[in-house]
């Protein structure tokens, strides 16, 4: 459901921290906060839930949050829940069906004056859609005059064939699986340098268009859609999910919460967990497991399960399920993670028949793996969040534990 | 198929030189590699074996395409590694529409996708300026061909 919203919380709630929220040195302040403090006045924190999702989705381990957006600068707003929570893709996409007419966000455009559309790759398909300016809002946060794109809304502009090529069109509330999605990965900006070269802009990201024509155009990277995490002005180099522990067999939803902010505050020290440096473009680091070295590595909230290469384990025979793992009694595993920074972490995990789980029709799973159909790769998505937490640490941001990127856990 | 090309006068000339269509890579033969690359852009590079080629594209963008192709018959099987995912259609040809057509298999995110069959399979995967993934037709593989070798990263 998407509902109206107003400013008043958000005001509120920075009136109520103001005076934490604007440090400059925000690592510095709120050591000595304590838990009905942070309980009262914390603003870097958004709830997030693993459910079904919107109305006919049928979600199984999507992690969504609600965003509020405003027409830069005014009260005007609307609060969108359902907005998918990617660590593993960078900016805010709105699918263009849920907004209401009344907010009107101003266009980006190109260089050449006219409009700026996106195109948006996924592994599984891309978003095609108008580049626009919101001043973004999450749990107590607020990012202003956000580059984010509306999937979808440039429906008199087909996308260009180098666009459409990557998959399928993932504008709607059903194919993309929410209302929205936000991606926080490792990256400020969410293509850089390839897509601000002026010379020969990369094409299949960022198109100047007019009427249904469209060439590729340059995009400064601060003008690039942006992981808006970054543009907060405090809380700002990286973000931690945190959910709670479930039992084998899934749970109906699960609730937890998006911390922003890597030792910025009381809530999101870096505490035990070990940091694994990743690779500045790709975020790869290596997995070695079952005697293989998976060096396209990578942890990812959106992806639904873990998904790695292993012949030995029985896949299921559900046409549905197809590359899914169904063993006949669950499996506890071990994999080491390494960073570029070759620190290791010894990371055990749980894999269970897929088939039983989802016969549960619970929305949040933690032993669900997939085959990793490519070799060469680990994916550590959402079945590995629960019960830690995960910190992902932006490029080029110091924190506490160096500069990132990096993983955490 | 090569009506869908961009350029149908460049389709009349491959036509031209392989009478059997030169469609997209996968499926077909070395002359639609070259075609490939050409729209593409960027550089190729082949390297052989008794049996077959492996023709290495590496794309403006970063992505890095490789092709393998019987030694006078059909491309077999295509990876891709990069930033960017390639021109799929263009790649894939035929196989396409219905990859890009079939059912997700249950909630397998923004961050894999997969689609097989008997005749042919696709899977993609990866994430931001990290994608991955490869093709291939299971009846067409030479002798001998190891899978695990299709990949481009």
């Not at chain 1, 396209?296 to 030995?312: E, L, R, W």
Request: hydrophobic content about 40%; proline content about 6%; some cysteine.
């Amino acid at each position: 459901m998407v509902t109206r919203g107003t400013l008043v919380a958000y005001a509120f709630a920075l009136i109520a921290c103001g005076s934490s929220s604007t440090q400059t040195d925000a690592g510095a302040d709120a050591a000595n906060t304590n838990d009905a403090d942070v309980d009262a006045g914390v603003i870097n924190v958004a709830p997030v839930i693993v459910d079904q999702g919107p109305a006919g989705v049928g979600a199984v381990n999507v992690l969504y949050t609600t965003i509020t957006l405003c027409i830069p600068g005014t009260t005007t707003c609307q609060t969108i829940d359902h907005v998918e929570v990617d660590t593993g893709s960078v900016g805010l996409r709105i699918v263009s069906s849920v907004l209401d007419a009344f907010l009107i966000l101003p266009a980006a455009t190109a260089g050449s004056g006219n409009p700026l559309i996106e195109c948006y790759q996924y592994a599984d398909g891309y978003n095609w859609g108008p580049v626009v300016t919101a001043d973004v809002h999450i749990g107590g946060e607020t990012a202003a005059s956000v580059p984010i794109q509306i999937a979808g809304g440039a429906a008199s502009t087909p996308a260009p064939s180098a666009c459409s090529s990557a998959g399928s069109e993932e504008d709607t509330v059903p194919t993309l699986g929410g209302n929205g999605l936000v991606g926080i990965g490792f990256q400020a900006a969410d293509c850089g340098n390839a897509c601000a070269n002026t010379t020969t802009p990369r094409t299949g990201s960022y198109y100047s268009c007019t009427g249904t024509t469209c060439t590729p155009a340059a995009v400064p990277i601060a003008s690039q859609v942006q992981n808006p995490v970054s543009l907060f002005p405090s809380d700002n180099n990286g973000v931690a999910v945190e959910l709670p522990a479930i039992d084998p067999g899934g749970a109906a939803t699960v609730t937890g919460s998006l911390i922003f902010g890597i030792g910025t505050a009381s809530n999101n020290a870096l505490g035990a967990a070990q940091i694994i440096t990743i690779d500045a473009t790709t975020g790869y680091f290596t997995t070695v497991f079952a005697d293989q070295t998976l060096a396209a590595s990578f942890i990812d909230s959106g992806s639904v399960s873990y998904a790695f290469p292993d012949t030995a384990i029985p896949q299921c025979t559900t046409g549905s399920l197809t590359g899914f793992f169904c063993p006949p009694t669950s499996l506890s595993l071990m994999a080491t993670n390494t960073g570029q920074n070759h620190v290791s972490i010894a990371t055990p995990f749980n894999v269970a028949d897929a088939n039983g789980l989802y016969g549960n029709g619970d929305a949040a799973l933690n032993d669900l793996a997939i085959t990793a159909f490519t070799p060469g790769y680990f994916d550590w998505g959402l079945s590995f969040f629960y019960g830690r937490t995960v910190f992902t640490a932006i490029s080029g941001a110091m924190t506490p534990g160096g500069a990132g990127p990096y993983f955490a856990y | 198929m090569s009506s869908r090309r961009a350029w149908p006068i460049l389709s009349l000339l491959l036509g031209l030189v392989s009478p059997r269509g030169a469609g997209a890579a996968l499926g077909g033969d070395a002359a639609s590699i070259a075609a490939d690359s050409a729209t593409l852009g960027g550089t190729r590079e082949i390297t052989r074996t008794v049996a077959w080629e492996v023709h290495v594209l590496r794309l403006p963008s970063g992505t890095v395409v490789r092709e393998y192709v019987l030694r006078g018959g059909k491309v077999f099987a295509i990876a891709w590694g990069g930033p960017v995912i390639p021109n799929l259609r263009l790649l894939l040809g035929s196989y396409f529409e219905p990859y890009v057509k079939s059912p997700q298999g249950r909630a397998s995110g923004h961050h894999l996708r997969v689609v097989a069959t008997p005749n042919w399979v696709v899977q993609s995967a990866g994430h931001t300026q990290g994608f991955l993934g490869r093709a291939w037709l299971p009846t067409e593989l030479p002798a001998g061909f190891d899978l695990d070798t299709v990949r481009a990263w």
